[in-house]
């Protein structure tokens, strides 16, 4: 099982596999990667037991466990992951049942319950030729002190409890409606989410049905000082908005702050609020991954400086003993 | 785009007049060399030297000069991504050539393999690019930094691997006869791949920081994640195969050319194929 042409045919079966998965992972079969690793990782495990040119070898033989190491890390991790999305309005606090796209390992142990931050407001900048640029995104997390600010956005993740949260290119308006019913009973307020902006700028539209009268259209139309001439930053708080209403044949532009009486109640558009899209992962290996990925270099580096210091290179011909380094000095 | 405004380019182009002063006389070298005592030589190799450092040292400037002009390094378009990687196999072939007198022959492959680039650069647009939100962050030098050391010790190898590979041919035997023998040229090519072994293991281990940072995510198989594997892959198994059974030179060799090609076609071609997010502008 230790033959080194049993390890070249592992790679050959690897390098297949990889070819395979290349952009395209999700339509590929992940076998074409586990059969390939599972055989050279025994492959390897054979060889450091049984061969005397690694486990006699320091650097060798730590480079090969780690090797080993990081299979069974990324393995590991393939089957604790959670991947998914989550769109957070401003003001709101993250809800762990409110998630979209979830993708998870079958040993996943949500601790996602035991999150808890709110969402502030963000802004974006633009290059011209609408460029995104920096995303800042100010979330709220309890501490011992009350609500502390945090700035999170593009390479600077919210990390929390092991979940990282990444914002995206997916966020937008939102509007804060209430409505209360026509035949009595309590009022509700909630959010409409707009689609992505400035992407859908020119559909800002989104519908809703209330228990009581007809579905309600909302378009939205925003002055956010949008343009592709310029830099530009958008900045939600700093956004002027009308809402379109259209309820059967009754079509109303409102105000924040305004109201309408529709067939079935009576709609409040409060104000204009945002939402920003976020992409959650978890992996409780990555930190694992990347000391044994450092560990197996600097093993593999430790040999290597062996082999270099050996003199079976160092020039012999006739030539080096005559040609002066360029620096001045002889050479011999 | 105004051209005008690009300030950066007679450094650019003076940098590049510099390497080609240093190719023309690692050529004329080694045609010399088929004839001339060694130590004549040495005038020349200075030329080349020089003409290597100076091209460097300009090639600096251009880049320090389009940093301020644009506002951030050389890590985004084509066009700066080649000015570097120009300016890097430079630093290191420069500095491979000072300390290794025996490796110096190989100049007359290596620079003109660098022409390669120098020539598709001059039919590039300069013009600014965008600097994605996801390019913030520390660890993307450390990736490209790697990755550069990993592309300059590949080239290094791949000239002593072509030496041992022109030299099979009686009419170009001159050229490299103030060469070590073959073994030796094998042993020195292979030393400079393992070291290229070690940056490549770092760039990938950099970039997977990087990308989980940038993308939430450290391995996603896209265009560039995938041929990179598949670079250090074929190179790991090039390692295996030399130390596991008896190579001849010039077999090790033509796997040193192959996993050179390889990893150029990954530098310069895979993130221009990809619509992927490690283009850069998403």
């Known amino acids: 099982m230790s033959s080194p042409r049993l390890t070249l045919f592992g790679m050959a079966m690897l390098a297949v596999g990889a070819a395979l998965s290349y952009d395209n992972p999700a339509g590929t079969s992940v076998w074409v990667l586990v059969v390939p690793m599972g055989f050279l990782s025994l492959n390897l495990l054979a060889a450091v037991i049984h061969n005397p040119r690694i486990h006699q070898r320091g650097g060798l033989l730590v480079f090969h466990l780690c090797l080993l190491g990081i299979v069974l890390l990324a393995a ?33 142990r949500t601790g ?52 990282r949260f990444y914002t995206t290119f997916n966020k937008g308006f939102a509007v804060v409606l209430s409505w209360l019913p026509a035949g009595g009973g309590n009022s509700i307020r909630g959010t409409v989410n707009m689609p992505a ?26 002055e956010t000082g949008l343009t592709d001439q310029h830099a530009w930053t958008l900045a939600p708080s700093k956004a002027q908005a009308e809402l379109i209403v259209k309820s059967g044949e009754q079509r109303v532009v409102l105000g924040p702050g305004q109201h309408v009486r529709l067939a079935g109640g009576v709609l409040t558009f409060e104000r204009l609020s945002s939402w920003m899209g976020y992409k959650i992962f978890y992996d409780p290996t990555i930190n694992w991954l990347f000391f044994t990925a450092i560990i197996g270099v600097f093993g593999l580096a430790s040999h290597f400086w062996q082999k270099l210091r050996q003199p079976d290179w160092q020039p012999t011909a006739k030539r080096d003993r005559i040609v002066e380094s360029l620096s001045g000095r002889t050479v011999t | 785009m105004n051209e005008n405004l690009a300030s950066e380019l007679p450094w650019l182009y003076a940098g590049l007049a510099a ?23 040495l ?29 951030h390094g050389p890590f985004v378009s084509l066009f700066e991504l080649i000015m570097s990687q120009l300016c890097s196999l430079g630093i290191v072939y420069t500095i491979a050539y000072w300390r290794l007198p025996m490796l110096r022959p190989s100049a007359v492959i290596v620079l003109p393999a660098m022409w390669i680039l120098g020539l598709w650069i001059l ?71 393992l070291l290229a072994f070690i ?9 997977a920081v990087w990308a989980q ?51 150029f076609l990954t530098y310069f071609g895979a993130p221009f194929y990809s619509e992927a997010a490690h283009k850069g502008v998403i």
């Open chain 1, 76 to 108: 590991f991790g393939r089957l604790t992951r959670l991947d998914a999305h989550t769109e957070l309005v401003e003001g709101t606090a993250f809800d762990k049942d409110n998630l979209l796209d979830v993708r998870q390992g079958p040993l996943h």
């Open chain 1, 112 to 163: 996602l319950g035991r999150i808890e931050f709110v969402q502030g407001p963000y802004t974006v900048d633009y290059a011209p030729g609408m460029v995104r640029g920096l995303t800042h995104s100010e979330v709220l997390i309890p501490s011992a002190h009350g609500w502390r600010h945090l700035d999170v956005g593009d390479d600077r993740p919210l990390v929390m409890n092991g979940y």
């Open chain 1, 197 to 222: 902006y400035p992407l859908y700028d020119f559909r800002q539209a989104n519908r809703w049905q209330p228990r009581e009268g007809e579905e309600i259209r909302f378009w939205l139309e925003l």
């Open chain 2, 19 to 41: 390497y080609a002063l240093a190719t023309v006389f690692a050529v004329k070298g080694a045609w010399q060399a088929q004839v001339a005592a060694p130590q004549t030589l």
């Open chain 2, 43 to 71: 005038g020349n190799e200075r030329v080349v030297f020089l003409g290597a450092l100076a091209g460097v040292l300009l090639l600096v400037t251009a880049i320090a000069e389009r940093w301020v002009r644009i506002g």
């Open chain 2, 123 to 193: 039919f590039l647009d300069p013009v600014a690019s965008p600097y994605p939100p996801t390019y913030h962050n520390k660890w993307l030098w450390a990736h490209v930094g790697f990755g550069k050391f990993f592309l300059a010790f590949s080239l290094v190898g791949t000239g002593l691997a072509g030496v041992l590979l022109l030299r099979a041919h009686s009419r170009l035997q001159g050229w490299f006869r103030a060469m070590p023998d073959d073994m030796q040229v094998d042993a020195l090519a292979w030393r400079f791949m």
């Open chain 2, 199 to 207: 940056f490549h293991s770092l760039m990938l281990i950099a970039g």
């Open chain 2, 213 to 263: 940072d940038a993308w939430g995510r450290y391995w996603a198989w896209d265009a560039l994640e995938t041929s990179s594997f598949l670079n250090w892959l074929l190179l790991g198994a090039a390692i295996h195969v030399r130390t596991t059974y008896r190579v001849a030179p010039r077999h090790a060799a033509l796997a040193i050319i192959v996993i050179f090609v390889f990893a």
